[in-house]
């Protein structure tokens, strides 16, 4: 089965081929540590720790290098510190730490490298000094710029002209700069703003030199495949490209394969900070399992916008509560019976398949999840079939689809629990308790009471060879 990816460069799906099948590297753009991170940050998370899970399913875990870098020198992360009167350091690790928890709640394995810029800024310096050198930088009033003029394909990774990306990129008009579309590599830094020693005098660096040093750093140049947010082609990703290649590093190639997130839209706009329009994936996880807030950022394809609504994240639940139902319904069942040997059910192993299969192509999302509520509806047959070889080799086919994308790692029975809180849950053992004592002495009535009390409470009790279990009811 082969994997198809999109390449934004070419921009065209086409077969994915390492350059080294035992070595497969991919970076992807990471966040600037001063605050908590929307959950429009989150999408690239999350769609490129799903193609992470692909490449280590195709490649194996230990033949797979994953880098996403960390920003830690920032104008925003230098205005909270002084905001609150406390060292750099305090903002970034505190809010670093805040990210990488958020990104587990949502089922993101930890990248392979997470390098920070304020730990790579040797490697920085020299590859600016590599550019310089190679012609291709020059120094100018205490900066030092990339001259774009060196680099003939500037512009082909985004296909705009030369004027639209004057008009675009980040950096000021200066007196100093050769041409207009130049950008900063090294500048001085401002009164009270973290300093390094360079050949060009103390300062910072610029923001797309980072990631080219921290990616040289961690995995070497050319990479196999290189993602972030749809808005960071230009200026970001094309800079990145042109003093990559200028350094003389890792020759004419930067990345094999470039890939790109469509935005999460909060109604017609972006969300942004800057606009205001956020939801605060910390604060989400607080209403809901990052398991539904992963499905709902993986509800449509990762290249097509997505708009973040109540709705959404709703659906998302509803979707994994049918699954977590099924896998439910078949422990219960598989409790009673022996333990099955290694046969196989054939019907869901084709929509097993499937998953892959989708996911192959270009991280189809909706197609996997249409395949897992195939191969769910394989299980559920079996289970009413009264199966039980069929039950489990279909259970079995179920959670590992699901772990393969980062869903169903949770127990089923827990899963159904995790709405109600400690007093509820404490209440529910002492009525099923209750219940059970009655049962045992053929208090009929006083059992049926109980159960029309655990029904008031939206509480359903299954009653199996193990004894009863419980789980709040799915809505209406």
Known sequence: MTLSLYDTMSRAKRPFVPKDPSRVTMYVCGPTVYNFAHIGNFRPVVVFDLLFRVLRDLYGEQA??????????????????????????????????????????????????????????????????????????????????????????????????????????????????????????????????????????????????????????????????????????????????????????????????????????????????????????????????????RWALLAGHYRQPLEWTGELIEQAKSALDRLYRVLDDAGRFLAGEPAADGWQNAAAAAEHANVRRALHDDLNTPSAFAAMFQLSDKLRAAVMAKDARAVASARGLLVEAGNLMGFLTADPQAWFQSGADDDLKTKVEGLIAARADARAAKNWPEADRIRDELNALNVEVMDGPAGATWRIKEQA
């Not at 310096?125 to 020059?138: C, E, F, P, S, T």
């Not at 001259?147 to 007196?175: C, H, N, W």
């Not at 970001?236 to 935005?263: D, I, K, P, T």
Request: aromatic share 8%.
């Open 64 to 293: 797979v290098l994953y880098a996403a870098n960390v920003t830690d020198v920032d104008d925003k992360i230098n205005r909270k510190a002084a905001e609150e009167g406390v060292p750099i350091q305090v903002i970034t690790d505190r809010y670093l730490d805040a990210y990488n928890a958020d990104a587990a709640a949502l089922g993101a394995l930890r990248p392979t490298f997470q390098p920070r810029v304020t730990e790579t800024m040797d490697a920085i310096v020299k590859m600016i000094g590599d550019l310089v050198r190679q012609n291709a930088a020059y120094a100018a009033e205490g900066h030092v710029l990339f001259d774009t003029q060196a680099f003939g394909d500037y512009g082909k990774l985004s296909g705009r002209p030369m004027d639209e990306m004057i008009a675009g990129a980040r950096v000021d008009v200066a007196p100093y700069k050769r041409h207009p579309a130049d950008f900063v590599l090294w500048k001085p830094s401002k009164a009270d703003e973290p300093e390094w020693e360079s050949p060009w005098g103390p300062g910072r660096p610029g923001w797309h030199i980072e990631c080219t040093a921290m990616i040289e750093e961690a995995l070497g140049l050319p990479i196999d495949i290189h993602g972030g947010g749809i808005d960071l082609v230009f200026p970001h990703h094309e800079n990145e490209l042109a003093q990559g290649v200028c350094s003389g590093h890792g020759g004419r190639e930067y990345a094999h394969v470039w890939m790109h997130n469509g935005f999460l839209n909060m109604g017609e706009e972006k969300m942004s900070k800057s606009l205001g329009n956020v939801a605060l994936a910390h604060d989400l996880l607080k209403q809901y399992p990052g398991e539904a807030i």
